[in-house]
């Protein structure tokens, strides 16, 4: 299995600027990793998604903000979110589906991922 950890969730005003980073440890050849993010009584929502061949996605509500991109080892996912508004607030999530690439049902279903992180907590506040 893949571990993942994220990182660098905090609070922030709305219009200001978070990284988030996931560290990932065992990924195989193929993958397709994602953010999805979740607020208390409601379905985990897909953000971004990117895999092996370097083929990104994103959810209209936050393409033109949030990039999605992973460093040069491609040990670590990162999601560079900027123009923060308060409906962005939610736990964010990295996940992974392993020995395939993202396709358009990686986006919207989280139940494609077999490997979660912890979460890390992103508030804006208004």
């Known amino acids: 299995h893949v571990q993942l950890v994220e990182s660098g969730g905090g609070s922030v005003q709305a219009g200001g600027s978070l990284r988030l980073s996931c560290t990932a440890s065992?990924?195989?050849?193929?993958?397709?990793l994602g953010w999805f993010r979740q607020v208390p009584g409601k379905e985990r929502e897909g953000v971004a998604t990117l895999d092996s061949r370097g083929d990104a996605a994103y959810a209209n509500s936050v393409k033109g903000r949030f990039t999605v991109s992973q460093d040069g080892a491609k040990n670590i996912l990162y999601l560079q979110m900027n123009s923060l508004k308060p409906e962005d607030t939610a736990m964010y999530y990295c996940?992974?589906?392993?020995?395939?690439?993202?396709?358009?049902?990686?986006?919207?279903?989280?139940?494609?991922?077999?490997?979660w992180g912890q979460g890390t907590q992103v508030t804006v506040s208004s």
């Open positions: 996940g992974v589906e392993e020995n395939g690439w993202c396709y358009s049902w990686h986006l919207t279903d989280s139940s494609k991922y077999s490997d």
């Open positions: 065992g990924l195989p050849r193929y993958y397709c």
